[in-house]
């Protein structure tokens, strides 16, 4: 069977601008998360994980635009940019490029922004991204929620495996906007401190934004020292509600078993699990029921939302990298906020940055997302 590889990556973010600040800043449990004061997209105060505008648009006017840009489009521009010099590929019919977002450029539809409201389309999104870069094909745009980043990956492995493409970029990418914090402060998701996932003192959900890429390339030469191959990934739909998550753990448990089938491994063999962890009480308590059905309830986990917050459309990509770097650097970093455990199940949580006592070989990947959309990828180093 042919062989995909997750290779050369990059993270714009509110901990630096690309993957190894980022994972640096990991490493010695720095949080972008700060309190927000902001009135004109949300009346009360709220944690949450921004990028610099100052810092971004110096970043992107290096790469001397000649049209004006949204926000979002010039954080995945910048991100990008890096990737496909990387690369060093010709940007032909046999190269690829797929978007993940949840909401894309919705904030074109705020009153006060610049744009023609239309700019919030995502096929509109796709063609600048393509137009910046020249890409003969265009965009493919993966829109499901909050396992947008994740499904990406398969998906692109899946284009490769079906001799669509023999590499294709992905990028990721979500803004906080007043839309998207009104709706889930109407759930009182929102939590107006640090947020904990898995924690028994969780108070719910901060919102980052981040924009994340990476090359997934059916090549094994030319790949960044922290490249990884995929052995396996699944999604599955547990269509249980269009906001609460299936209190079976049913399509995230459907969806481990299946990535675990395809990479042809066992539960004993996933050296730890890089989880979705919102902090909010009913998917926290969805994921442990699911890893214990799974059986993998003792290998370690983490969830990186006390870092950016939940980064939605982008979260799985940025978590992905985080991973790729976590085997190479043969480091576990820490579940930050997590302090007693707050979920009915039991999960071996990482407390503290460590070193494991063997290397690192495997990693799982998981994801779930409004309507009831879960996602899985188990990752192996190449060395």
Known sequence: MNKTYVSYNNIISSLGFDSETVVENIHNEISGLKLINNQAILPESFYSALINTGDLENAFQKLHPNQDYTRLEKMMITALHKVINDSNLELNKRVGLIISTTKGNIDALDDNNSFPKDRSYLDVLGKAIKNFFNFENDAIIVSNACVSGVLAVGIAKRFILQ???DHVFIVSGDVVSEFILSGFNSFQALSDKPCKPYDKNRTGINIGEVAASALVTKNNTNLAEEAVEILGESSCNDANHISGPSRTGEGLYRSIQSAMKQAKISPSEIDFISAHGTATLFNDEMEAIAVNRCNIQNTPLNSLKGYFGHTLGASGLLETIIGMHSLKNN????????ETLGVSQPLNVIK???????PLQTFLKTASGFGGCNTAIIYKTLT
């Not at 480091?331 to 997590?338: D, E, I, M, R, V």
């Not at 503290?352 to 063997?358: I, L, M, S």
């Open 163 to 165: 001799d669509v493409y």
């Open 331 to 338: 480091t576990l970093y820490a579940s930050k906020g997590f």
């Open 352 to 358: 503290q940055t460590t070193k494991p006592t063997k």
